[in-house]
């Protein structure tokens, strides 16, 4: 039991609806349908009304067979069969014609919405919540979104008929029409009991799927480290374990509606027994005609027909439900980067400043305390220090794509909450560790920075760098497919498409995360070219890797467990001997061209 719900809980973005919330919800997005809803509505009221008519005329028909002018009414009944067979199908078309579209335009919409609630989510957002059930829900939750509406407008023509069979019946006989409605309340009593086991069912058997769309993305996008470390199998287990808790709670949902539905048949045919006896006993005393007879029990599959369907519909209505209640949550999931104003950001001088900032991604550590640093406008800052010591996290700080807790963070002496983001982020140059590129061309990358560059602007920023040898070394220049995530390109190939990238957009502030990639000697004499050009005349936060651009930068940070430990330039850090002088033994004095293996490490005087 156990297993079969591990890992099913609700994300925390996750909140529960009410159905009338969530009714109140679909409804808001159907409002631009009126006309096409209204048009539906009365298809829907002459459907109902021509399948009541149908037992009705065949009961009075009946009647009027023992009387002389029976040839006549079977033949005016065979009229009227054709006339409203007809009609009802005519109707029926376009209802359904209707219904697909306003349907589709509504998944169209509520599509978008989540695609871009999902593109407005902060970095946080993404490091918490795996990608594949965020990919579920844009996708197959919207999709069965789409179910729910078209059941509900189903349903609204049964239970139309429904009312309307109601009242003929007891115009036609009281007395047997409230003996065929006793056993309602028990059919409504067994629905209301399964809908609440139903949903919970449903909810289990979308976050299963989720979760079996999670793990397939995150192996196939992880495929060349599993291969490499030879975790094929053990992959092929978790996967295993993954699908057959999927299967096992889709088999328990399955157990359910295949159970509950032949539980409604049952209680419906007492009520079909109760008429056929008492309905009977009243022919034979001459209380009701042997039409009226016929007709509470050919009314009878059209009675309890809406109430069994609600029972059948409801795994999919149910399915529907959870599903608009997963995606509106996506929707209204709460940002956690707040702008206290949206002022526009127009040049800028590049100056930063941290203000006591405390920043933390979790409860479970505090990464930056009490974090003060100023930066200069057009300063390239290095910030070196061990792994963990929160060298990434001040530069997604800068980003903007965390929120701090405590102090201020000024960009220009203005508080950076303050900034219009998407202005803000035009003016900032990130180049990440490991490039991502888009599957395009080399040339299309590289325009991702500025949509309206030419290609002349275009190629002229790609020349820029390593003075453009590197576009002749591919095959097709700048045209050259990358593949997907630039797979078809070197690692080095792909930073300097990333530089070229950056450069078009002639950022104020770059934000570098120095690829750690060992790359060629002439690709890393092109990309320390390109930095040369890319670095000049900005401010620049490089999470530096390479002894290279440490000793080019005007203030090299050293950074402890969140702190500055030491700063200064390559060469009065070394003269101090302290934590510099240490890391530089560690990492990078392999880096320099005058290292000797096996010399040993320059002492230091810690
Ligand atoms: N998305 C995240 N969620 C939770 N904790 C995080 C997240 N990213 C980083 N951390 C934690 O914050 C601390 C600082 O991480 P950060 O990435 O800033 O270090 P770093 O100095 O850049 O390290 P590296 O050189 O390895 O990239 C680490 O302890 C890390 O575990």
Known sequence: MGFIMAGLDAEAYDRSYTDGQLIKRIIHYFRPKLPLM????????????????????????????????AMESAIGLVIFILFSGALSWTCNLFRQRFTARS??????QLRTDAFSAVMSRDMSFFDEFSSGKIVSRVTSDTENFATVVTLTLNLLSQVLLYVLIVVVLFFRNAQLALMTLSIMPLIILVALGFRTLARKFTRNAQRSLARVNANVQEIVSGITI?????????????????????YYVNLRSGFLYNGIFPVLVFIANIGTILIVYFGG??????TISAGDWFLFIQSLGLLWQPLTSIASFWSQFQLGLAASERVFALLDAEPRVHQVDQQPVKELSGKITFKNVFFSYDDRQTVLKDFS???KGGETIAFVGHTGAGKSSIGKLISRFYEFQGGQILIDDQDIRTFDLQDYHSRLGIVPQAPFLFSGTVADNIRYARPTASDEEVR??????GGGDWIEALPEGLDTMVGETGRALSMGQRQLV????????????IIMDEATASVDPLTEAQIQEGLDIILARRTAIVIAHRLSTIKHADRIIVLNDGRIAEEGSHEELMERGGHYSELYNTYFRHQSPDYRPGEGFIPTRV
């Open 373 to 375: 640093l100023t930066i």
């Open 460 to 465: 002229a920023v790609a020349q820029r760098i």
């Open 38 to 69: 209204i048009s539906i509505i009365v298809l829907v009221v002459l459907n109902s009304c021509l399948d009541t008519a149908f037992p009705l005329l065949i009961s009075n028909s009946i009647d009027t067979l023992v009387s002389t002018r």
């Open 103 to 108: 349907v589709g335009d509504v998944v169209l």
């Open 281 to 286: 006993r009243n022919v034979a005393s001459g």
């Open 498 to 509: 990333a530089l070229a990238r950056v450069l078009l957009q002639e950022p104020a502030i």
């Open 226 to 246: 599993a291969k490499n470390f030879r975790q094929e199998q053990n992959m092929y287990d978790e996967f295993k374990e993954i699908n057959a808790q999927s």
